[in-house]
């Protein structure tokens, strides 16, 4: 694919495919066609990026082909189909996180699939910009080897607003109806950047909680974990904490051998140095991690060289997200 330009298609056009389609034009994709259940959706975001063909039908827009790469940023549910027909079609895949509601379910799919197409998951939590300076200081050796790691997160986005539903159930109406919530929609992204900076880990024990009124999914988690030669790391958060931002913010701490990196919030600091922390935009650099995690899966569709984050490495983050639930007691 080195010598001949890639054409990509979208399905799923909710409200994370403007940064996806933002992405690929930055990487020189062209996109040539949308598709969305939601015909008017699709038509909104193919208009707004000049994009010519609109489908409705995932079956139709493969049948007419056209493209070698196929983007699915569709809701969960979609995400099984739409790749075993990209592959069928010999169409590369970028899928959105989580691959499938169940392990079950995406080792169904990683075998159906095989090697006859490119697959790789569009986890991009890890290519945060501030995750990204803990990944570069820990490559740097600023800390030795980890011995000790603890993330957690919290937002206000449940609780509740006088006069009007929570800020998350208006965002993501779908979590009404979700069993699973905090841990399989957000914190699966923290799970996996501690997988990144510590290498593989396992669940210990782990706690869940419901703090809003009314929805069937959890809001609130407590995680214990471990690693090699005796790492300890946790995972704690609540997205039902009065007086945090509606969006959750995260607060990372790993502990090393030579020494002890912060990052909370926006700042990344070692402990000792915090005068000379960095300070990261979240805001104004929120569109880098689409940038990188695109450009990752175009590099690797040119060259064949290995997705960081392909199907069998979020595969692991995945049953690491499953035996959460799992330690806690909770049907998977």
Known sequence: MTETP?????VGAGMISLYHLRAWAKAGVEIVAVCDLDRGKAEARAKEFGIGRVYDDPARLFADGGFEAVDIAASVGAHAPVTRLA???GVHVLLQKPMCETVAEAEALVDDVGERVRFMVHEN???RPHYMTVRTWL???RIGTPRHAAIAC???GLCPREGTVPFLIERQPYLTGFRRNLV???????????????????VVAARLNRLADGLPGEDTAAILMEGADGLIATADGCICAPGYPQLHGDRLEIVGTRGTVVMDYNRVFMVGAEDEAEEVDLVGRYQECFDTTIEAF???LRHGTPFETDRLDNLETLRLMESVYRAAGVAV
């Not at 890639?6 to 979208?10: C, N, P, T, V, Y």
């Not at 914190?187 to 396992?202: A, E, F, Q, S």
């Open 6 to 10: 890639i054409r990509a298609a979208l």
């Open 87 to 89: 592959a069928d079609n």
């Open 125 to 127: 939590y890890r290519f």
């Open 139 to 141: 490559d740097e050796g």
């Open 154 to 156: 919290r937002g206000s």
């Open 184 to 202: 399989f929609e957000t914190m699966i992204h923290h799970l996996d950047v501690l997988r990144c900076l510590t290498g593989p880990l396992t």
């Open 298 to 300: 175009v590099t690797g």
